[in-house]
T-cell receptor
């Protein structure tokens, strides 16, 4: 069966510091991968998605970037964090065929101080 | 612009009661409508989903009602239990496999 791993679970970082969040999927090949951000009391905002290695689409221009160095690895990064980057970051995956559902990891709670 | 509008923002229901959460959309290209359940500190988990060619889907105590002409769909939780207390998100997927989420409903079931 397929599983998704996200780490770390929680992170406290000072303003201006770099960020690296990692997500890996097991049990499937060539998944579509997504990064979402969930702010308190708000819905899920799509940040990036990827349909293959090195293929990244950005939905929202901001202080973040994403990379997909391997088929089942998705990384969310920032060179300098802002206070507004605080939130709950969720990685998600789906099989690349039309009709497959979206599955989420357990998220990373990021607090920028 | 919010592609999927969800209401209410919060809901309190007595144990054994029916919880109803509503969503509306505008994009007729949406072809798949899932509901997700999220507990604090966890990621959303797929609960139940429906396609627009079906008006209702039931899985245990959870039922999706879908009204294609009105572009609305709702989640009904029958015999609500304290363990159902969570945040629920509706979503819609377009033909490009992009998912659009509602803003969530915080459900509290009182024992």
């Amino acid at each position: 069966s397929q599983t998704i791993h996200q780490w770390p679970a929680t992170l406290v970082q000072p303003v201006g510091s770099p960020l690296s969040l990692e997500c890996t999927v097991e049990g499937t090949s060539n998944p579509n991968l997504y990064w979402y951000r969930q702010a308190a009391g708000r819905g899920l905002q799509l940040l990036f998605y990827s349909v293959g290695i090195g293929q990244i689409s950005s939905e929202v221009p901001q202080n973040l970037s994403a990379s997909r160095p391997q088929d089942r690895q998705f990384i969310l990064s920032s060179k300098k964090l802002l206070l507004s980057d605080s939130g709950f970051y969720l990685c998600a995956w789906r099989i690349g065929t039309h009709g497959s559902p979206l599955h989420f990891g357990n998220g990373t709670r990021l607090t920028v101080t | 612009q919010q592609q999927v509008k969800q209401s209410p923002q919060s809901l309190i229901v007595q144990k054994g009661g029916i919880s109803i959460i509503n969503c509306a959309y505008e994009n007729t290209a949406f072809d798949y409508f899932p509901w997700y359940q999220q507990f604090p500190g966890k990621g959303p988990a797929l609960l139940i989903a429906i396609r627009p060619d079906v008006s209702e889907k039931k899985e245990g105590r959870f039922t999706i009602s879908f009204n294609k002409s009105a572009k609305q769909f709702s989640l009904h939780i029958m015999d609500s239990q304290p363990g159902d207390s969570a945040t629920y998100f509706c979503a819609a997927r377009d033909t490009g496999n992009q998912f659009y989420f509602g803003t969530g409903t915080s459900l509290t079931v009182i024992p």
